[in-house]
């Protein structure tokens, strides 16, 4: 069993930063692919960008240059930065672990979850 808790959300203008942390307990998340997510209200959960074990990032395009995955591993943790927020970048967002061979930026292929925390980029 592995538990995933993120924080950091939080109201904050256009153009400004945050940091989103995904602890994890139970387990070790450093050999895992780990991916965050985010949800809109009225639309589907889209792919952000993940950690790949190895230590190589990706992310999607309307985030790449303005968000950056890294990891902890002494602290089992995963954090999100993001700057230069847009308020397209309201939304929940939840860190999982990618367990499946299956596409990264399908959320079927990961199977825990955090509860998501919620960011909100004001105009």
């Known amino acids: 069993q592995v538990q995933l808790v993120e924080s950091g959300g939080g109201l904050v203008q256009a153009g400004g930063s945050l940091r989103l942390s995904c602890e994890g307990s139970?387990?070790?998340?450093?050999?895992?692919?780990m991916g965050w997510f985010r949800q809109a209200p009225g639309k589907e959960r889209e792919f952000v960008g993940m950690?790949?074990?190895?230590?190589?990032?990706s992310y999607v395009d309307s985030v790449k240059g303005r968000f950056t995955i890294s990891r902890d591993n002494a602290k089992n943790t995963v954090y999100l930065q993001m700057n230069s927020l847009k308020p397209e970048d309201t939304a929940i967002y939840y860190c999982?672990?990618?367990?499946?061979?299956?596409?990264?930026?399908?959320?079927?292929?990961?199977?825990?979850w955090g509860q998501g925390t919620q960011v909100t980029v004001s105009s």
């Open positions: 950690s790949w074990g190895g230590g190589s990032t």
């Open positions: 139970g387990r070790t998340i450093s050999n895992y692919d």
């Open positions: 999982a672990r990618k367990y499946s061979s299956g596409s990264y930026y399908i959320p079927g292929s990961y199977d825990y």
